[in-house]
Protein backbone atom coordinates (compact mmCIF):
# COMPACT_ATOMS: atom_id res chain seq x y z
CA UNK A 1 0.00 0.00 0.00
CA UNK A 2 1.44 3.22 -1.04
CA UNK A 3 1.83 6.11 1.69
CA UNK A 4 2.07 9.88 0.42
CA UNK A 5 2.81 12.72 3.19
CA UNK A 6 2.05 15.88 1.53
CA UNK A 7 4.37 19.02 2.80
CA UNK A 8 5.25 22.35 2.06
CA UNK A 9 2.05 24.29 2.93
CA UNK A 10 1.12 28.22 4.52
CA UNK A 11 -0.34 31.43 4.04
CA UNK A 12 0.59 33.73 1.43
CA UNK A 13 0.09 36.65 0.00
CA UNK A 14 -1.26 37.10 -4.15
CA UNK A 15 1.62 37.17 -5.70
CA UNK A 16 3.61 35.13 -3.50
CA UNK A 17 5.04 31.34 -4.70
CA UNK A 18 5.34 28.10 -2.46
CA UNK A 19 6.84 24.58 -3.09
CA UNK A 20 5.28 21.80 -1.90
CA UNK A 21 6.36 18.26 -1.57
CA UNK A 22 5.02 14.68 -1.68
CA UNK A 23 7.19 11.66 -0.34
CA UNK A 24 5.74 8.03 -1.41
CA UNK A 25 6.60 5.18 0.20
CA UNK A 26 6.98 2.02 -2.02
CA UNK A 27 9.49 0.61 -4.67
CA UNK A 28 7.43 1.43 -7.94
CA UNK A 29 7.48 4.96 -7.35
CA UNK A 30 9.49 5.62 -10.81
CA UNK A 31 7.43 4.19 -12.60
CA UNK A 32 3.80 5.24 -11.55
CA UNK A 33 2.41 8.45 -13.24
CA UNK A 34 1.89 10.92 -10.42
CA UNK A 35 -0.15 14.05 -9.80
CA UNK A 36 -1.24 16.58 -7.30
CA UNK A 37 -4.68 17.37 -6.82
CA UNK A 38 -6.82 20.22 -4.39
CA UNK A 39 -9.26 20.74 -2.70
CA UNK A 40 -10.63 24.08 -2.40
CA UNK A 41 -13.23 24.85 0.56
CA UNK A 42 -16.92 23.14 0.18
CA UNK A 43 -15.93 21.90 -3.59
CA UNK A 44 -14.80 18.41 -4.93
CA UNK A 45 -11.27 17.57 -5.05
CA UNK A 46 -9.73 17.92 -8.81
CA UNK A 47 -6.72 17.33 -10.50
CA UNK A 48 -4.31 20.24 -11.32
CA UNK A 49 -0.75 18.76 -12.29
CA UNK A 50 0.14 15.19 -13.67
CA UNK A 51 3.72 13.80 -14.30
CA UNK A 52 4.34 11.00 -16.21
CA UNK A 53 6.91 8.05 -15.11
CA UNK A 54 9.10 9.73 -17.95
CA UNK A 55 8.69 13.64 -17.00
CA UNK A 56 6.20 14.55 -19.42
CA UNK A 57 3.38 17.45 -17.68
CA UNK A 58 0.33 18.14 -18.07
CA UNK A 59 -1.64 21.01 -16.51
CA UNK A 60 -5.25 22.49 -14.91
CA UNK A 61 -5.42 25.25 -17.35
CA UNK A 62 -6.91 27.40 -14.58
CA UNK A 63 -2.66 26.55 -13.23
CA UNK A 64 -0.88 26.57 -16.57
CA UNK A 65 1.99 28.87 -16.83
CA UNK A 66 1.87 29.27 -12.98
CA UNK A 67 2.81 26.05 -11.28
CA UNK A 68 5.06 23.20 -11.78
CA UNK A 69 5.15 20.09 -11.20
CA UNK A 70 8.19 17.63 -11.00
CA UNK A 71 9.99 14.29 -9.52
CA UNK A 72 13.02 12.98 -7.80
CA UNK A 73 12.99 8.99 -8.28
CA UNK A 74 15.76 8.85 -6.46
CA UNK A 75 13.79 10.36 -3.32
CA UNK A 76 10.43 8.79 -3.92
CA UNK A 77 9.23 12.58 -4.01
CA UNK A 78 7.11 14.54 -6.46
CA UNK A 79 7.10 18.29 -6.04
CA UNK A 80 4.65 21.30 -7.12
CA UNK A 81 6.24 24.90 -7.36
CA UNK A 82 2.99 27.65 -7.25
CA UNK A 83 4.07 31.19 -8.55
CA UNK A 84 1.98 33.93 -9.41
CA UNK A 85 -0.75 32.64 -6.50
CA UNK A 86 -3.99 33.57 -6.17
CA UNK A 87 -6.89 33.55 -3.61
CA UNK A 88 -8.20 31.33 -5.72
CA UNK A 89 -5.18 28.62 -5.50
CA UNK A 90 -6.35 28.73 -1.76
CA UNK A 91 -7.08 24.82 -1.19
CA UNK A 92 -5.81 21.54 0.66
CA UNK A 93 -3.45 19.90 -1.83
CA UNK A 94 -2.85 16.36 -2.11
CA UNK A 95 -0.58 13.82 -4.02
CA UNK A 96 -1.78 10.98 -5.47
CA UNK A 97 -1.08 8.12 -8.37
CA UNK A 98 -2.71 8.68 -11.69
CA UNK A 99 -5.46 6.96 -10.99
CA UNK A 100 -5.82 8.29 -7.41
CA UNK A 101 -5.89 5.21 -4.95
CA UNK A 102 -8.22 4.66 -2.14
CA UNK A 103 -5.95 5.92 0.22
CA UNK A 104 -4.88 9.66 0.43
CA UNK A 105 -2.45 11.35 2.93
CA UNK A 106 -3.77 14.23 5.22
CA UNK A 107 -2.89 16.84 2.40
CA UNK A 108 -1.00 20.11 3.00
CA UNK A 109 -3.43 23.26 3.33
CA UNK A 110 -2.36 26.32 1.44
CA UNK A 111 -4.46 29.78 1.53
CA UNK A 112 -3.56 32.78 -0.14
CA UNK A 113 -4.92 36.15 0.86
CA UNK A 114 -5.98 39.09 -1.07
Known amino acids: QVQLVESGGGLVQAGGSLKLSCEAS????????MAWYRQPPGKQRDRVAT???????DYADSVKGRFTISRDNAKNTVYLQMNSLKPEDTAVYYC????????WGQGTQVTVSS
Open 96 to 103: NLVPPRSV
Open 26 to 33: GSTFRVVA
Open 51 to 57: ISSGGRT
